[in-house]
């Protein structure tokens, strides 16, 4: 039996997907993970987000000619291809970033559920399969009802993230800025690197956007600015959160919280922390449908290619939806939930992440030198893509050392 082909709806825009791409990448960090960064890096936490910002910019600058040379949705598995000619590669790349989106989705609905209980009594798996289950009901509606609502949860996050800001910055001179970006010993540098490599989950975000080209106005042009936008935006409410949350808490008590943010504006603001675990709770949220729409759009750009069978790709007549691709990423993000805890789901993320960054930064060496013009692409030096393998790599051993 044939399935209807039916077309995916172009209705992204800059602001849109900016937007999109930046909900993904402040839900998944500093509302999560912060205090784990904290508790391993120390003093040294805005060191550790400036190399894990390093990290991913290199290879958010690839992303952006990889996007403008193959404006397609399957991203990072399309790129491979062109590159290495291989369709099993290409399919495991594939498939390994569904798997690195489905772990962090899963690892945001630990967080979504540990700053619901700062606010009510709740049990923590119940309330994390609960939420991917409504989350499901709403990718389904579609991609502009689910951008929209990315698009509301990043201005409420970004807007709680200012808060927390603006209530900071009194406090921020008695940070000593010189201890955060000092390294006195090995001991410091291992637990530097080890930060960085759980803070560089916190950046990863970007490479899902490129899963959204088929439903963006303009890709080749729309895709790289966005990509762009969204990782120094994110960058600089990082570097402004972590210095308020050290200003207002030891490292020590940032890990030991569940709702790390909530903590830190408790201590330096008479407002009801319940505000923030509220906006805590949306930025997980908006991680979670953006990792829904992802890992849905990844699979259904593999099926298109021919690489898994043909019914990843069908979608649904009247919303423009695949739903039998959403179904079985949600699927298995209630499996993530069930069976392992926040801090083994964000080091897989990373680990998978890494290592796909590294095939992808490489095979934009191959294609650049396959194929070094072409018409609207935008160009970045080689050396960008190879020194972004090598440090993608480099980061993989140390975490293994």
């Not at 993000?333 to 796909?356: E, H, Q, Y």
């Amino acid at each position: 039996m044939r399935h209807k082909q039916v077309q995916l709806q172009r209705s992204l825009s800059v602001p849109m997907l900016l937007l999109y791409g930046l909900g993904n990448i402040l839900g998944a960090g500093i509302y999560v993970l912060v205090g784990k960064v904290a508790g391993a890096a120390d003093m040294q936490t805005p060191l550790a987000f400036l190399i894990a910002m390093g990290i991913a910019g290199l290879t958010a600058l690839s992303y952006m000619e990889l996007s403008s040379r193959f404006p397609q949705s399957a991203g990072s598995a399309l790129y491979t291809y062109h590159a290495f000619r291989s369709r099993l590669l290409s399919l495991g790349v594939g498939l390994a970033f569904v798997l690195a989106g489905i772990t962090s989705a899963s690892a945001l609905s630990h967080g979504f559920a540990g700053y619901l209980g700062t606010i009510m009594t709740v049990d923590p798996l119940i309330a994390s399969i609960a939420i991917i289950v409504i989350l499901t009901g709403v990718t389904l509606l579609g991609i502009g009802q689910s951008a929209m609502m990315a698009v509301i949860f990043t201005l409420i996050e970004a807007a709680g993230l200012l808060l927390i800001i603006v209530l900071g910055l009194p406090y921020l001179p008695s940070v000593p800025l010189e201890q955060t970006v000092t390294i006195d010993s090995l001991a410091t540098l291992g637990g530097v690197l080890t930060g960085a490599f759980l803070a560089f989950y916190a950046f990863i975000g970007f490479e899902d956007m490129v899963n959204v080209a088929e439903e963006t106005r303009n890709p080749r042009r729309t895709m790289p600015l966005a990509i762009l936008g969204a990782l120094i935006s994110a960058t600089v409410l990082y570097m402004l959160i972590v210095l308020v949350c050290l200003a207002a808490a030891t490292p020590d008590e940032l890990a030991q919280s569940n709702a790390p943010l909530a903590f830190a504006l408790e201590r330096i603001s008479s407002i009801n922390p319940a505000v923030i675990s509220v906006i805590g709770m949306a930025a997980a949220l908006n991680g979670i449908i953006v990792q829904l729409i992802m890992g849905s759009r990844l699979l259904y750009g593999m099926a298109k290619q021919g690489w898994i069978p043909s019914v990843f790709a069908t979608v649904e007549p009247r919303r423009h939806t695949p739903r039998f691709s959403t179904l079985i990423v949600a699927g298995f993000m209630l499996a993530g939930v069930i069976i392992l805890p926040l801090l083994s789901l964000a080091k897989t993320t990373s680990f998978l992440a890494l290592g796909i960054f590294c095939l992808v930064n490489l095979s934009l060496v191959i294609i650049k030198r396959r194929t070094p013009t072409g018409k609207n692409i935008i160009r970045i030096p080689i050396a960008i893509p190879v020194l972004a393998s090598i440090v993608s790599l480099g980061m993989i051993i140390q975490e293994i050392l």
